[in-house]
């Protein structure tokens, strides 16, 4: 009945009659054709260039709150104009969405893992959109719910757990949640031995909350007016907010965030401040927040670091004389004084370390697959790397929440190897798998095949790209191309469930590890940003022709999908090579780089400038995005089909962005290609939260993209 009520829900809006009421009750004709935004007169100017911009107004000017009704009344009319053009899709949508559905394991938990004298794990019941908490005591006894995320969602349209955590004695749970997307979370203390709520209560994080103080304190941090975290606070439980104690606010650079966290052995709290490129840290005694703070070294432009502390020794993570970062140590006494222990490489790109009781570990990427390797603190020289069979896949270091651990909680997967959890024994080199993901309609990786390729770019640059797809698939059947690019992240050649109902089709799918993530190495992120940010999109458009040149595809067989910052991606290629895509699903798009590079009133942007450049100081700034800028590049030619989303709510990218790139590409594009955008009215960056609600919208976008390739099954 669960699964009726929600199918239901989930389809009312696709599957409404040609005539439907509105509020009032009267009858509201379904639209035959699609919505065309009002021109407004508007323009600005900086280093002497004019640009014209008729479409902001659908920027509402009093935003974040929006309530102006023209600016409502036009995404209402694109939402009805992508209702009434997918609904004829929609048994294809129910197709796909039972079949994704399908492939979920409904009554699924994960592993428990132990932290102090209890075991935690999460559950999903048949039929339930968010999860359970649970814990037991490691001596015996029963379960224990803690936290049920369904009683926190009834009654709102979104909801997201945010911080998660249980005090060090075990008595307390901290959690914040995030009733309507607009990543404003309210904190919230539970009683684990009352199971009763305190009466504490703290609005506006946007941060983790650090026990402190021997569990009488959380650190957390507030969002500004503009979602800017500047600040760590600390609360003592029992006393009023307004009585909360600022121990760091950042006031040197706006575009700074300020975070917190423990050391390995939670005896300092490390207090970190930076940006995309330069970072800052603070440290204190967790027993005594309020005490004196240790500057580990003081900020540098470019220069990025962070740090643990293990027995009076402080542990530095830093790029200041490789690209791809050493690791050094320092005494507590003397913090800025670094020590190399592990020299930077041109190989070996060390992404992360953690330290435990008789070992650390050190985390990196070598020829852009994942290293996971186990390091003496009484020789340097031993080294023991975690070894995986398979040529390409993911892996890292999962829940490790005690510093004397014996075994590893490990994560990995392939393209063709579902999630997988195991147990790495310290003293044997054993790899336990403890689970892997289950699929209920079945899954036989035998049918399926992973590749590995180089694509040469058009400056010679050689670009990974990883695919899977069947077997028996046709040679230059459709494929589809998914890539990010952007802030140094890299796409994980991981697996998905959803993938498979293109891939079962005939499509090939394919991602391409571009410039701008740091697949290879930092130097591979750098060469992606800045006044090489073209990079990104060049390697995209390059991937995609060295793939048909391959034989993996034709010209036009190519669907394309990207989010945020890979929707800006979206928003590049389609705009200079458009015959290349039979299909194109971009997700919340950063589309308007240049006007919201321009305002550094808006969240994000002073944080954005290191990524992007300051088009506000530097006129060359100004011209090489607006070069590339995906709403101020759109020309009078043919687009291939788009589905584009937005988020009401969303403080990422701004709803404006892609409502102003899809009303200026409605007025300017030639031919009769499908344009349709879909703005969620209650939720924010990543869409609707249910698990189910967010399976039914991925289910929306790949009935979309095989109504547009022509695949059999849709119309």
Do not use: C
């Given at each position: 009945?669960?699964?009726?009520?929600?199918?239901?829900?989930?389809?009312?809006?696709?599957s409404?009659?040609?005539?439907?009421?509105?509020?009032?009750?009267?009858?509201?004709?379904?639209?035959?054709?699609?919505?065309?935004?009002?021109?407004?007169?508007?323009?600005?100017?900086?280093?002497?260039?004019?640009?014209?911009?008729p479409?902001h107004?659908?920027?509402?000017?009093?935003?974040?709150?929006?309530?102006?009704?023209?600016?409502?009344d036009?995404?209402?009319?694109?939402?009805?104009?992508?209702?009434?053009?997918m609904?004829?899709?929609q048994?294809?949508?129910?197709?796909?969405?039972?079949?994704?559905?399908?492939?979920?394991?409904?009554?699924?938990?994960?592993?428990?893992?132990?932290?102090?004298?209890?075991?935690?794990?999460?559950?999903?019941?048949?039929?339930?959109e968010y999860?359970?908490?649970?814990?037991?005591?490691?001596?015996?006894?029963?379960?224990?719910?803690?936290?049920?995320?369904?009683?926190?969602?009834e009654?709102?349209?979104?909801?997201?757990?945010?911080?998660?955590?249980?005090?060090?004695?075990?008595?307390?749970?901290?959690?914040?949640?995030?009733?309507?997307?607009?990543?404003?979370?309210?904190?919230?203390?539970k009683?684990l031995?009352?199971?009763?709520?305190?009466p504490?209560?703290?609005?506006?994080?946007?941060?983790?909350?650090?026990?402190?103080?021997?569990?009488?304190?959380?650190?957390?941090?507030?969002?500004?007016?503009?979602?800017?975290v500047?600040?760590?606070?600390?609360?003592?439980?029992?006393?009023?907010?307004?009585?909360?104690?600022?121990?760091?606010?950042?006031?040197?650079?706006?575009?700074f965030?300020?975070?917190?966290?423990?050391?390995?052995?939670?005896?300092?709290?490390?207090i970190?401040?930076?940006?995309?490129?330069t970072?800052?840290?603070?440290?204190?005694?967790?027993?005594?927040?309020?005490?004196?703070?240790?500057?580990?070294?003081?900020?540098?432009?470019?220069?990025?670091?962070?740090?643990?502390?293990?027995?009076?020794?402080?542990?530095v993570?830093?790029?200041?004389?490789?690209?791809?970062?050493?690791?050094?140590?320092?005494?507590?006494?003397?913090?800025?004084?670094?020590?190399?222990?592990?020299?930077?490489?041109?190989?070996?790109?060390?992404?992360?370390?953690?330290?435990?009781?008789?070992?650390?570990?050190?985390?990196?990427?070598?020829?852009?697959?994942?290293?996971?390797?186990?390091?003496?603190?009484?020789?340097?020289?031993?080294?023991?790397?975690?070894?995986?069979?398979?040529?390409?896949?993911?892996?890292?270091?999962?829940?490790?929440?005690?510093?004397?651990?014996?075994?590893?909680?490990?994560?990995?997967e392939?393209?063709?190897?579902?999630?997988?959890?195991?147990?790495?024994?310290?003293?044997?080199?054993?790899?336990?798998?403890?689970?892997?993901?289950?699929?209920?309609?079945?899954?036989?990786?035998?049918?399926?095949t992973?590749?590995?390729?180089?694509?040469?770019?058009?400056?010679?640059?050689?670009?990974?790209?990883?695919?899977?797809?069947?077997?028996?698939?046709?040679?230059?059947?459709?494929?589809?191309l998914?890539?990010?690019?952007?802030?140094?992240?890299?796409?994980?050649?991981?697996?998905?469930?959803?993938?498979?109902?293109?891939?079962?089709?005939?499509?090939?799918?394919?991602?391409?590890?571009?410039?701008?993530g740091?697949?290879?190495?930092?130097?591979?992120?750098?060469?992606g940003?800045?006044?090489?940010?073209?990079?990104?999109?060049?390697?995209f458009?390059?991937?995609?022709?060295?793939?048909?040149?391959?034989?993996?595809?034709?010209?036009?067989?190519?669907?394309?999908s990207?989010?945020?910052?890979?929707?800006?991606?979206?928003?590049?290629?389609?705009?200079?090579?458009?015959?290349l895509?039979?299909?194109?699903?971009?997700?919340?798009?950063?589309?308007?780089?240049?006007?919201t590079?321009?305002d550094?009133?808006?969240?994000l942007?002073?944080?954005?400038?290191?990524?992007?450049?300051?088009?506000?100081?530097?006129?060359?700034?100004?011209?090489?995005i607006?070069?590339?800028?995906?709403?101020?590049?759109?020309?009078?030619?043919?687009?291939?089909?788009?589905?584009?989303?937005?988020?009401?709510?969303?403080?990422?990218?701004t709803?404006?962005?892609?409502?102003?790139?899809?009303?200026?590409?409605?007025?300017?594009?030639?031919?009769?290609?499908?344009l349709?955008?879909?703005?969620?009215m209650?939720?924010?960056?990543?869409?609707?939260?249910?698990?189910?609600?967010?399976?039914?919208?991925?289910?929306?976008?790949?009935?979309?993209?095989?109504?547009?390739?022509?695949?059999?099954?849709?119309?």
């Amino acid at each position: 009945m669960r699964y009726a009520a929600f199918l239901s829900a989930a389809s009312l809006a696709l599957s409404a009659p040609l005539h439907a009421q509105n509020s009032e009750g009267t009858t509201v004709p379904q639209p035959t054709s699609p919505p065309t935004a009002e021109k407004r007169d508007h323009s600005y100017s900086h280093h002497g260039i004019t640009i014209s911009d008729p479409y902001h107004w659908l920027r509402d000017q009093s935003y974040p709150t929006i309530d102006d009704e023209d600016v409502l009344d036009h995404l209402k009319a694109e939402n009805a104009w992508f209702e009434a053009r997918m609904k004829p899709q929609q048994p294809l949508v129910d197709e796909l969405f039972a079949e994704m559905k399908a492939r979920i394991k409904e009554d699924d938990s994960t592993v428990p893992q132990r932290r102090g004298d209890y075991l935690y794990w999460s559950e999903f019941e048949e039929g339930a959109e968010y999860r359970k908490y649970y814990r037991k005591p490691v001596a015996g006894g029963d379960d224990v719910l803690i936290l049920d995320e369904n009683a926190l969602a009834e009654g709102v349209e979104y909801f997201r757990l945010g911080a998660f955590s249980v005090s060090q004695n075990g008595r307390y749970l901290a959690y914040s949640a995030d009733t309507n997307g607009s990543e404003r979370f309210t904190a919230r203390i539970k009683d684990l031995e009352t199971g009763e709520l305190l009466p504490d209560e703290i609005p506006g994080t946007l941060s983790d909350l650090v026990w402190v103080k021997n569990d009488t304190a959380l650190v957390y941090g507030t969002a500004d007016d503009n979602w800017r975290v500047h600040d760590a606070t600390m609360h003592v439980l029992g006393t009023p907010v307004s009585e909360d104690v600022e121990l760091y606010r950042e006031t040197i650079d706006e575009g700074f965030r300020v975070g917190t966290g423990l050391s390995a052995q939670e005896d300092w709290l490390i207090i970190s401040t930076g940006d995309n490129e330069t970072s800052e840290v603070r440290l204190v005694p967790a027993s005594d927040p309020t005490a004196e703070q240790v500057l580990v070294k003081p900020r540098q432009k470019g220069v990025e670091y962070d740090v643990d502390v293990r027995d009076g020794m402080v542990w530095v993570h830093t790029n200041d004389d490789h690209v791809n970062f050493r690791l050094a140590t320092a005494k507590l006494e003397t913090p800025g004084d670094w020590t190399t222990l592990i020299s930077g490489s041109d190989e070996f790109y060390l992404t992360g370390f953690e330290l435990f009781k008789d070992f650390y570990v050190t985390e990196g990427r070598l020829r852009g697959l994942d290293q996971i390797q186990l390091r003496s603190y009484k020789d340097a020289n031993l080294v023991k790397p975690i070894a995986f069979a398979e040529a390409s896949f993911s892996a890292g270091l999962s829940n490790n929440p005690e510093y004397d651990q014996d075994t590893l909680r490990l994560a990995y997967e392939s393209m063709v190897t579902p999630d997988s959890v195991y147990d790495y024994h310290v003293a044997t080199g054993e790899l336990e798998l403890l689970k892997q993901q289950e699929i209920p309609s079945g899954y036989d990786p035998a049918l399926y095949t992973t590749e590995r390729v180089e694509i040469a770019a058009r400056d010679g640059t050689m670009v990974p790209v990883s695919i899977i797809m069947r077997k028996d698939r046709p040679k230059t059947g459709p494929l589809h191309l998914y890539a990010y690019g952007a802030y140094g992240y890299a796409v994980p050649p991981g697996f998905s469930t959803s993938r498979l109902s293109l891939v079962d089709r005939g499509y090939a799918y394919a991602i391409a590890h571009i410039r701008g993530g740091d697949d290879l190495g930092r130097k591979w992120y750098l060469q992606g940003k800045l006044n090489e940010r073209t990079n990104t999109f060049n390697d995209f458009v390059d991937v995609a022709k060295g793939l048909v040149a391959k034989g993996y595809t034709e010209k036009g067989r190519i669907s394309i999908s990207g989010g945020s910052a890979g929707g800006e991606l979206m928003g590049a290629v389609v705009n200079t090579d458009p015959e290349l895509w039979g299909a194109v699903v971009a997700h919340v798009p950063f589309v308007d780089v240049l006007s919201t590079m321009l305002d550094g009133e808006l969240p994000l942007t002073p944080g954005e400038w290191p990524e992007w450049g300051n088009p506000i100081l530097s006129k060359q700034a100004f011209a090489y995005i607006l070069s590339y800028s995906p709403y101020d590049q759109v020309t009078a030619q043919d687009y291939p089909p788009m589905l584009v989303t937005a988020g009401l709510n969303d403080p990422r990218v701004t709803y404006w962005e892609p409502a102003k790139w899809v009303a200026k590409l409605r007025e300017v594009k030639t031919g009769d290609s499908e344009l349709l955008l879909k703005t969620n009215m209650g939720a924010g960056h990543g869409g609707k939260s249910g698990r189910f609600q967010s399976i039914y919208e991925t289910a929306e976008e790949v009935a979309f993209i095989l109504w547009q390739m022509g695949v059999a099954g849709a119309e």
